[in-house]
């Protein structure tokens, strides 16, 4: 049997938030996850699922809305590695 091998472009989680939401950021976030962070060496999620998640979970502050509109110009093809 012949594999395919498949290659993804992503972008590390810690890349992404900001270093001083750190406090706050992970634990609002973590309730209700479409997605887990497990034990995994990577575990990616889509930029459009992490977004929307983030979305609906932190508020509607004026740096959570410019950030999330920061996120959702990134390309749809590139996935959040939650495990850096």
């Known amino acids: 049997m012949k594999a395919e ?3 993804c472009k992503f972008v590390a989680a810690t ?6 939401w750190r ?10 996850t479409p997605f887990t962070w497990g034990g995994n060496d990577h575990s990616m999620v889509d ?3 992490f ?3 983030c979305e609906a979970q932190l508020d509607n502050s004026l740096k959570v809305v ?3 509109e920061k996120i959702r110009k990134m390309d749809d ?3 959040i590695d939650l495990e850096s």
């Open 77 to 79: 093809d590139v996935y």
């Open 23 to 32: 406090t706050w950021f992970w634990v609002a976030i973590s309730q209700y």
């Open 66 to 68: 410019r950030w999330l």
């Open 47 to 49: 930029m459009r699922t």
């Open 15 to 20: 890349d992404i938030v900001p270093r001083s």
């Open 5 to 7: 091998v498949q290659t």
């Open 51 to 53: 977004a929307d998640h």
